[in-house]
């Protein structure tokens, strides 16, 4: 985007007293109206330090953080047209940054006290990432368990390169590394170590491995051969061949969107999301929506999957119609099946793109739980082991980078604290 074009964007806020884009919208609670301030003024330099002191990912949720329901959602300037594009602005100052080769994220002054100390922390996703960026700020010795072969997490391993391209994940990672940070590749927890050999190495844990086992739906059939976890799908890229083959997609979030934009590109010939509300109650962004509509995926909408079946693989899938009704105490519209409905459709594929679940290995680390399955946190980040801590979606976090990023970076703070004290 053009330098002229960008001052419009930014010269379009109003840098508001009350900052709703910050205070209400940003789950990090970045300076938003400042750093805009700083790029109306030309000041790109200064307006990534701004970003810097509350995240170490501004390429990336500059791209793709649900701005519409987060921070450009509680702009002023929206109420009455459309919001700032606050997005656009945050990814414009990480990419003018890293063709100057600003590439260090800037480090706080560094107190000796804390060189002393080491920290694990063990997922190299978007919560790993910024808690392992926070605590080298400070000097900490950090070292990153990562089960893959490359850190990332679900931005390297779960959201496809036509939403984030891959140079931004590699520059963003490149500068929190630069901080000084030791990695460990191809390190999966309960196989290459445990947690307990980890616990008695460092001087605290920080868990941040994600939640991406696919959840079920517990239909008839969900065992068939061709039924598929669109977090597994995204994460490992194990396709099959959807050559002119019909794909269902059950689910209406961003992995529903990411899973059938994908499948459509690898060559399906027909893919229809089913998803049991109406369009306006879809969780995932309207933009990534309407693009797939562009790209010829098919939204069954007020469909509830009931049943899979065939003989050696999915043949069929039987849906029933659904109805939105009000019930006492839900804040919003139900759905409920409509009596004597049901129909059948030849389908080849049943993706299962309906939110995800902790990994079985999680439940054999001797962590408490919360009545959701998650590992259970206290206001510190603290598990029930005070001294491991946890975040992102493990901890139950609200599903996206920001928020996974927010539960990282006060975990740091929270370790930062109590090593002091000890």
């Known amino acids: 985007m053009s330098l002229v074009k960008i001052e419009e964007k930014a010269n379009y806020c109003l840098h508001c007293k009350t900052k709703p884009c910050m205070q209400k919208g940003c789950p990090l609670g970045n300076q938003i109206p400042d750093f805009i301030q700083e790029v109306k003024e030309g000041n790109i330099e200064k307006a990534y330090e701004i970003l810097l002191e509350t995240t170490v990912l501004p390429g990336i949720c500059g791209r793709i953080c649900p701005h ?135 001087d605290a844990v920080f868990l941040g491995i994600g939640a ?72 995932a962004e309207k933009k990534e929506i309407a693009e797939a509509k562009e790209e010829g995926i098919e939204f069954l909408f007020q469909n509830n999957l009931v049943k899979i079946s065939g003989k050696d693989k999915v043949e069929k899938v039987e849906l029933i119609k659904t109805k939105l009704i009000q019930k006492e105490g839900e804040s919003r519209l139900v759905p409920v099946n409509v009596e004597n409905s049901n129909y059948q459709i030849d389908v080849d594929y049943v993706i299962m793109a309906l939110g995800s679940t902790i990994e079985e290995e999680v439940l054999d680390l001797g962590l408490t739980l919360n009545k959701w399955g998650n590992v259970l946190i206290n206001e510190n980040y603290q598990t029930s082991n005070p001294k491991i801590y946890a975040g992102g979606d493990l901890a139950g976090m609200k599903g996206t980078v920001a928020w996974a990023a927010k539960s990282g970076r006060e975990a740091a703070k929270n370790i930062l604290a109590n090593t002091k004290k000890d």
């Open 212 to 283: 991406n086992q696919s959840a079920k739906m517990g239909v008839e059939g969900e065992k068939i051969k061709g039924v598929l976890g669109g977090n597994e799908l995204l994460e490992y890229q194990n396709h099959p061949n959807y050559e002119g083959k019909t794909v269902a997609v059950i689910g209406g979030g961003n992995v529903a969107m990411d899973c059938s934009r994908t499948i459509k590109r690898l060559g399906a010939k027909e893919v229809k999301v089913i998803y049991r509300r109406a369009e306006e109650q879809m969780p």
């Open 68 to 202: 519409e329901k987060q921070c450009q959602g509680s702009c002023v300037r929206g109420i009455k047209g459309e919001p700032v594009s606050i997005g656009e602005l945050e990814a414009f100052v990480f990419d003018e940054m890293m063709k100057k080769g600003k590439q260090k994220p800037l480090s706080k002054t560094k107190e000796e006290i804390y060189s002393q100390y080491k920290v694990a922390v063990i997922g190299g996703g978007p919560a790993g990432l910024t808690c392992a960026a926070f605590l080298a700020r400070e000097g900490v010795q950090v070292t990153i368990y990562e089960k893959h072969n490359e850190l990332g997490g679900i931005l390297s391993h779960g959201i496809p390169e036509f939403r984030l391209p891959r140079e931004t994940i590699t520059q963003t990672i490149d500068t929190i590394l630069a901080l000084g940070i030791e990695v460990k590749l191809n390190q999966k927890l309960g196989k290459d170590f445990t947690l307990a050999k980890i616990e008695n190495e460092y």
